[in-house]
């Protein structure tokens, strides 16, 4: 017993130690770390730089610039996500800030700037350079724009970050019940971003079992412990005081009912006194007769004195159509988007551009523009919308009606139709060539659900009472040949239907289309040929969709394709 009695004391002696080395490694393993994050270092931040946070989110690839004791923001934050209204001309080398009467144009690294209206222009101060450059790129005083823009903004130091929002929509939040870290990571041992108090509320981005992810006040996207919060709560952010600027835009007490009138050259104005005996009920005239002459700014015009007067004294206003066309070398025009870059990627072009056609329009007592520009690429749709506000404030002084075409938005959802819809006075959808040109596979040019996906789409983000829905007057008719080659060419209502007649085809109605049909086999080539035809009753379901969203009105393209008199009489009974 006496031997035994050593050894036994001996190995409680050893389980006692491991017991103590393994609970001290146990607990070291779950205690948590007070290791404050070296915040600048993980932002790669060099001594005058500023992180910075944007509605919630830490954006680590873009960093603040203190300059001379003021912050400022990259221009690419400033312009792509703060306020689109502000623009980079980067061929010129200006900032612009377009409201709805003047154009502020800022040289980087001077701290006067030009405010151009469309009587003239003044220079302005603001006690500061609005834009500086800083490591060969260019920056935008963080007061300047949340004097133009609705946000919450403030700056924090040690570590320097600034911390902005934009966006006012619900969102969950939590209060602290007790005080906590919040912690760069989730996971106790993860280093801390700053200590918490209780009571302290933070915005709750995303909850997991044990840990949440969180955005305190001051700007830290971080995790806070399941164990510290309360119950979360639902409100919704009130938005910072700020004057918005008002855009004025003239609307029409009638239901607006717009002829596109295709004029090709000075002398086929004359043509005019077969459009007004035909088209009935129309009470605007769109010919179109502006172009570009080159890519230098020079506007092309074919207008005519005559032919405004002579439309304004039977009550139908004039909307001049401006298009991106070209002059090709065979004399020919076309459509061109790299073309149409080169002139509205520089402010200088567009504003020689604004000044040619605003003096056409005012020298031919021309009532508004209609803006047709196509094929605009997605790389320069900052530019074109940037022109369509720079066109804005000449056609507001002037008291010219602006209008802007547009094709569906599922074919240009890059144009920034809610733009439009506060600048311009009506947006038209071109609610057709659903099935375009070059297609490998035979379709309709507008069938009911196309139209009405249009429509809708385009409602979601431009009010009701500045749309207009064109509507073709034209029909596709599809050839495919026995080894499957499929072309295609666009014709007129009636002779659309005169090649099913010729054939003793008749036409069936396809009711989930709104369209009829008709189809047949050439014996002269073997060719199969299909034809969803454009005719009254297409028309006038289109009609019907037009009332039933209660549009600003109807365009159609175009004058001179339409069947007879019976498709104007069914336009004018829907508008009524």
Known sequence: MKKVLPIVIVMLLIIGVGGGVAWSLLAGRYKPTEEVLDYASEMGLAENEYAVTLNHEVLKEDKAAAIDGRVYLSMALVTESINTRFYWDDNEKLFLFTTPTEVMKVTPDQQSYTVKTWD????????????????????????????????????????????????????????????????????VKSEVLRQANKEEKMVLLEAYDDWSNVVTEDGFVGWVSNKALQETQIETPEAPAFEAPEYTSIHKDYKINLGWHQVMSTAANSSLSSVLSSASGINTLSPTWFSFADTEGSVTSIASKDYVDTCHAKDIEVWALFSNEFPSDDGTRYFDSEKTD????????????????ISYVTKYGIDGINIDFELISQEGADDYIEFIRELSIACRANNIILSVDNYVPEYTYYYNRREQGIVADYVVIMGYDETPAGSDTPGPVASLNFVRKGITDTLNVVDKSKVINGIPFYTRVWCTTADGNVSSFACGMAEALGYLTDHNVIPQFVEDMGLNYGSYTSEKDGNFYEIWLQDATAVEEEMKMIKEFDLAGVAEWKIGFESGSEIWDTIQSYLQ
């Open 120 to 187: 003239g222009s003044s220079d302005a101060d603001e006690g500061y350079m609005i834009v500086r450059t800083y490591n060969g790129s260019y920056y935008v005083a963080a007061e300047f724009v949340k004097a133009h823009t609705q946000m919450d903004y403030a700056e924090y130091t040690e570590p320097n970050r600034v911390v902005m929002n934009t966006k006012w929509e619900e969102q969950q939040t939590v209060t602290l019940k007790k005080d906590t870290a919040v912690r760069y990571k989730g996971g």
């Open 342 to 357: 080169q002139v509205l990627a520089y402010t200088s072009k567009r504003e020689k551009v604004i000044s040619e056609v």
